[in-house]
């Protein structure tokens, strides 16, 4: 087929038994990829688990003529991740691309959130993304090749109320992305995050999975993105990122109301206190509308680019 494709690319995708996950192994499948599809099948709130739900995506692919594996196996130990990336060596000889999209979710408010709660979150998305992406790495830095998508969340980065776990977990995935992507660049092991916004069966069970207060009502504006909740509206994004046609490493993309956007983190200019000596509290308000003000700001690549941004003002000062 014309446009993008992926003959002859072996891609893992977590979580792939549902929602996001589902609609790009049926994609990528139908671009002549083949996918190992993991899903552990278990409750949305971790408990539990099924074989159910990776096999009817598995089987839909090859209902359609693709290639795909099922694998049933938990991201949140490492025994599990090592299975998952023995599946796609054991079938296909080869790992290209991996999409940490494995999920759970816990939710309330702060004060109702308990230990286990953070735990569990913890465990799937950022122990998860962490085990996968260290299993498949030396595999795709032999071969000078990979793309790894993390599925991270605006409730992290941006924050929302009642999911401080679910929360905690997806920033932490975004700040193993950056550092996977510096680490990968000279290997051509590319590395993005997608920050997607769609119904799912773990978004439907947020109601009945929240403890104390509720968080405020949806916006005015949320009939017109609700049309646009659908998983295959993300699924665009998440198959380009994956593919041999992205080029592009170390950003986050965000997609709500059929918008895509790259998603950033930046650093104002500033204000430049003395250097003989650390600024007081009084110099910081004195400068805070400075400070704050993001009428000129800088992308770092990384920390180290944020010392040679920081190191060229004091040159020239």
């Not at 509206?233 to 992205?246: K, P, R």
């Amino acid at each position: 087929m014309s446009g993008i494709s992926f003959d002859n690319r072996v891609v893992i995708i977590t979580g792939g038994g549902g929602a996001i996950g589902r609609a790009c192994a049926l994609e990528i499948a139908r671009r002549g990829g083949s996918v190992v599809v993991n899903d552990l099948g278990g409750e949305v709130s971790g408990g539990g688990a099924s074989t159910s739900y990776a096999d009817a995506v598995v089987d839909e692919i090859r209902a359609a003529g693709g290639t795909a594996v099922a694998s049933y196996d938990n991201v949140g130990t490492l025994a599990g991740a090592r299975n998952i990336a023995a599946a796609a060596l054991d079938n296909f000889g080869r790992i290209d691309g991996l999409m940490n999209n494995a999920g759970n979710m816990r939710c309330g408010s702060f004060e109702a959130l308990d230990e286990d709660d953070l735990q569990a979150v913890l465990q799937v998305h950022l122990v998860g993304s962490f085990n996968l992406s260290q299993a498949v790495w030396p595999h795709m830095r032999s071969q000078g090749y990979g793309r790894i998508v993390f599925t991270s969340s605006g409730a992290g980065v941006l924050g929302h109320p009642t999911y401080a776990a679910y929360g905690a977990a997806k920033a932490g995935m975004m700040g193993l992305m950056n550092t996977l992507a510096l680490e990968g660049a000279a290997h051509g092991i590319l590395c993005n995050g997608l920050l997607p916004n769609a119904a799912s069966r773990m978004t439907r069970a947020v109601s009945t999975l929240r403890r104390g207060e509720a968080p405020p009502p949806p916006g005015p504006h949320m009939a017109l993105i609700a049309p646009t909740m659908q998983a295959e509206f993300m699924m665009g994004i998440g198959v380009y990122l994956a593919s041999e046609a992205c080029t592009t490493t170390h950003a986050l993309y965000s997609s709500l109301g059929g918008r895509i956007a790259r998603a950033f983190v930046g650093v104002t200019e500033g204000w430049y206190g003395p250097t003989d000596q650390g600024a007081s509290p009084d110099d910081i308000a004195a400068h805070i509308d400075l400070i704050r003000d993001t009428g000129d700001f800088h992308i770092p690549a990384g920390l180290g680019e944020e010392y040679e941004i920081v190191g060229r003002a004091l040159a020239k000062a």
